[in-house]
């Protein structure tokens, strides 16, 4: 069986600071994985997707970055922390070719003060 | 432009009641429809799925959705409520199919609170 990983579960940061928030996929070669955000109350939407190692492209500009050094896992980063960062971040991944449901993990939620 | 419409925000239900949520969805071609589940704090679970066929579709907990291409509908229904259905459901569409990358198009989703 599949299982997706998150990390950290929550973070607190200041504005200015750097962030790295990852995801780990297990039982699963050649993903597609995916990045989400989520506003406090809000719908989700579409960061990031990639559908293979060292592949990213953005499907919104939010003044993040995102990269796939590995198979199985997926980073999502910024030097530089907004306040309009915060919410909840959700890594997704799907079968890739003939599967179209994606699957998420618990998410990281992220405080910027 | 593709897009998802839940037209209610809020549902209140009591236990043992039925339910459905809706969702409406614009899209020029065959639509890949989903529901999703977001307890308290936690990530999305995927409910069920609709691809083609039988209009139909059955998904975990016994929630089942019914597709309409006359009225672009997908609304999730379910027999008999219990309070712990109590959460957020959030319909989404496909228009993508192949190696570019699934994007996945989310409505703003619909709280449910089920009353003990």
């Known amino acids: 069986a599949q299982t997706i990983h998150q990390w950290p579960v929550a973070e ?19 993903p597609n994985l995916y990045w989400y955000w989520q506003a406090t109350g809000g719908t989700l939407q579409q960061l990031f997707y990639s559908i293979t190692v ?19 896992q997926f980073i999502l980063s910024t030097e530089k922390l907004l306040l309009s960062h915060s919410g909840f971040y959700l890594c997704a991944w799907s079968p890739g070719l003939g599967g179209l449901e994606q699957y998420f993990g618990p998410g990281t939620r992220l405080t910027v003060l | 432009a593709q897009s998802v419409t839940q037209p209610d925000a809020r549902v209140t239900v009591s236990e043992g009641a039925s ?15 989903f529901w999703y589940v977001q307890y308290p704090r936690q990530g999305l679970q995927l409910l069920l799925k609709y691809y083609s066929g039988d209009p139909v579709v059955q998904g975990v907990n016994s929630f089942e959705a019914e597709f309409s291409k006359s009225n672009s509908s997908f609304h999730l229904q379910k027999a008999s409520v219990h309070w712990s259905d109590s959460a957020v459901y959030f319909c989404a569409l496909s228009p993508n199919y192949g190696s ?10 619909t709280l449910l609170s089920v009353k003990p």
């Open chain 1, 54 to 72: 060292g592949q990213v492209e953005s499907v919104v500009q939010l003044n993040l970055s995102a990269s796939r050094p590995k198979d199985d």
């Open chain 2, 19 to 33: 339910l459905q949520l809706r969702c409406k969805y614009s899209y020029s071609a065959t639509p890949y429809l």
């Open chain 2, 100 to 109: 570019s990358g699934n994007k996945l198009i989310f409505g703003i989703g």
């Open chain 1, 12 to 30: 607190i940061k200041a504005v200015g600071s750097p962030l790295s928030l990852g995801c780990t996929i297990k039982g699963k070669s050649s």
